[in-house]
């Protein structure tokens, strides 16, 4: 089966301005994760999608960070505007439901100047 | 929420010798314990999970041990080879939450 997909790989933007990461899960992926990973840490829950409705936001920084799943397919993480300590690589999972196991994109390494 | 411990932050192996990962975490209703690989520039990918009802699974060279008693679970890697190199993350699910991870160790395979 295909993975997941992300988009773009890389990303370098100023502080102040806004981002945008796509994501493709797996084909029949009920949850949708995004996950930050700062250099040098594990990855960090941001949100948690089932299907198209919001399961867990609580660690997202929603002054900032927004984040979609309309159609229950592809998902869109936004910053808007972006920090220099959001610098870090931006990591989407997809699983069956929760309580699988998780595959993981390749993430979107974002450096904010 | 939960917290996770993870130990050693880096290990140093040589190589065919084993390797031993162990984490910590808080929360006794947590019940889904897997186990990340990294490599540079790519994203975690799952080497091996078990469940709170399993005290013990093995995959070939990678074993993973649970004791939900003291609530910790160990990674283990027999006859450790070069491509072994990479950052092991462990991970917790409890309830409806995604997975909390560990800081992550370092394996370096010497050769």
């Known amino acids: 089966e295909a993975g997941v997909a992300q988009s773009p790989r890389y990303k370098i933007i100023e502080k102040r301005q806004s981002v945008a990461f796509w994501c493709n899960p797996i084909?029949?992926?009920?949850?949708l994760y995004w996950y930050q990973q700062i250099l040098g840490q594990g990855p960090k829950l941001l949100i948690q999608?089932?299907?198209?409705?919001?399961?867990?936001d609580s660690q997202l920084p929603k002054d900032r960070f927004s984040a979609e799943r309309l159609k229950g397919v592809d998902s869109t993480l936004k910053i808007q505007p972006a920090k220099l300590e959001d610098s870090a690589v931006y990591l989407c999972?997809?699983?069956?439901?929760?309580?699988?196991?998780?595959?993981f994109g390749s993430g979107t390494r974002l450096t904010v100047v | 929420g939960e917290n996770v411990e993870q130990h050693p932050s880096t290990l140093s192996v040589q190589e065919g010798d084993s390797a031993v990962i162990k984490c910590t975490y808080s929360?006794?209703?947590?019940?889904?314990f897997p186990w990340y690989k990294q490599e540079l520039g790519k994203g975690p990918q799952l080497i091996i999970d078990?469940?709170?009802?399993?005290g013990e699974k093995k995959d070939q060279r990678i074993a993973v041990t649970l004791n939900k008693t003291a609530k910790h679970f160990s990674l283990h890697i027999t006859e450790t080879q070069p491509e072994d190199s990479a950052v092991y993350f462990c991970a917790v699910l409890g309830g409806a939450d995604g997975l909390t991870f560990g800081k992550g160790t370092h394996l370096i395979i010497q050769p």
């Open positions: 078990i469940r709170s009802n399993v």
């Open positions: 929360d006794s209703a947590s019940n889904y």
């Open positions: 084909s029949g992926h009920a949850t």
């Open positions: 999972a997809s699983s069956r439901g929760m309580g699988y196991g998780y595959t």
């Open positions: 999608f089932q299907n198209n409705g919001v399961v867990d």
